[in-house]
């Protein structure tokens, strides 16, 4: 009997939330959302329906889109990404996407925008990202 420990999950979580980022939007393959996403899904994105169908209908319409993860945490069935994305607003914007997993698929996003801004337009002089 194999036994899966915490880590072994988060790591096979953040694959498959890695893996399925990569095909649906850098490789625009919709059919990644049959592999990796599940119904019901559960969009906590004020600009978006919940259901794949708003997937369905929004990626292929993007222009200039890609998704660079900085870092990555996952615990307990969550995958926490942070990193910068272009394309899905007119400048880039740095986003903290959560995903939940059940049975390996995602089921259900939440994220945090916020504009991109240099280290010296920060109060502190710390980069955001």
Known sequence: MTVTT???QARRDTEIVLTAMRE????RDITALDRY????????????????????????????????????AARGGLVFTHGIVH???????????????????????WDVVQDLTSPEATVSGNPII
């Open 87 to 109: 394309g899905w607003a007119p400048n880039p914007v740095v986003i903290v996407d959560i995903f939940r997993l059940d049975n390996g698929r995602i089921v259900e996003h």
């Open 24 to 27: 649906l939007f850098a490789e």
């Open 6 to 8: 915490a880590t072994d």
């Open 37 to 72: 996403w599940a119904e019901p899904y559960a969009q906590h994105d004020p600009q978006m329906h919940s259901g794949l169908d708003t997937l369905r209908a929004t990626v292929p319409s993007l222009e200039g889109f890609s998704w660079e993860p900085r870092r990555i």
